[in-house]
């Protein structure tokens, strides 16, 4: 079974709606983010949440939320969508006080707003 | 935090080595030079990561010169499964939340 499991993998819906993009992991890792790719852009980071009470904004949070359900959890909530909010949203952990500082993705969601 | 500078694309025949240099003039004295790969449509993957002189796993090696400004990512004998995106960061020991993914270096493995 995948470490970073995310759902749903693929999205369509329109203009106005509300959407949440989940997120999984059995890593038991404190630190969750939420990132976006656009083609041939990298990713930018929208949220980060280093434990269930930590949840601070990225470099790209307007237009979204998130929750940290739980430390294995960590949902992604577009309030009111826009088309311009189409694109590859990857969530990923990392764990702390480790040497090697690793991020492990999840296999991503892809989401069309219409 | 430090910007990367790396080549937007290369090609290189199968069975190649390839070196995929990178320049980080600002890094700062506690980050760390990590590498990713990703394939399309798949998230990133993590390769290696260093912190000076030279460092080799089953996938990859990294060397950085002493002054730390830049580093190159060799890539031993590449496979046509090997074509993906290279991202090179600059990673401070603290974490992520401020790390940039740029466009990285897309690689084309050639047969």
């Known amino acids: 079974d995948a470490d970073v499991t995310q759902t749903p993998r693929n999205r369509i819906t329109k203009t106005g709606k509300r959407i949440m993009l989940e997120c999984s992991q059995t890593?038991?890792?404190?630190?969750m983010y939420w990132y976006r790719q656009d083609p041939g852009l990298g990713l930018r980071l929208i949220y980060y949440?280093?434990?269930?009470?930590?949840?601070n904004k990225g470099e790209i949070s307007d237009g979204y939320s998130v929750s940290r359900q739980a430390q294995a959890k960590f949902s992604l909530s577009l309030e009111s969508a826009i088309p311009n909010q189409t694109a590859l949203y990857f969530c990923a952990t990392s764990d702390r006080g480790t040497y090697y500082n690793e991020q492990f993705f999840g296999p991503g969601t892809r989401l069309t707003v219409l | 935090l430090a910007k990367t500078t790396q080549p937007i694309s290369m090609d290189s025949y199968e069975g190649q080595e390839v070196n995929i240099t990178c320049s980080h003039n600002?890094?700062?004295?506690?980050?760390?030079i990590t590498w990713y790969q990703q394939f399309p449509s798949q998230g990133p993957r993590f390769i290696i990561q260093?912190?000076?002189t030279k460092v080799t796993n089953e996938v990859a090696s990294l060397f950085i010169p002493a002054d730390r400004k830049s580093s190159t990512l060799s890539l031993p004998r590449v496979s046509l499964s090997d074509t993906a995106v290279y991202y090179c960061l600059v990673v401070p020991s603290g974490g992520y939340q401020k790390v940039t993914f740029g466009i990285g270096t897309k690689l084309q493995v050639i047969p």
């Open positions: 949440s280093f434990d269930v009470k930590d949840i």
């Open positions: 260093g912190y000076k």
């Open positions: 600002n890094i700062a004295t506690n980050d760390y």
């Open positions: 890593k038991g890792h404190d630190r």
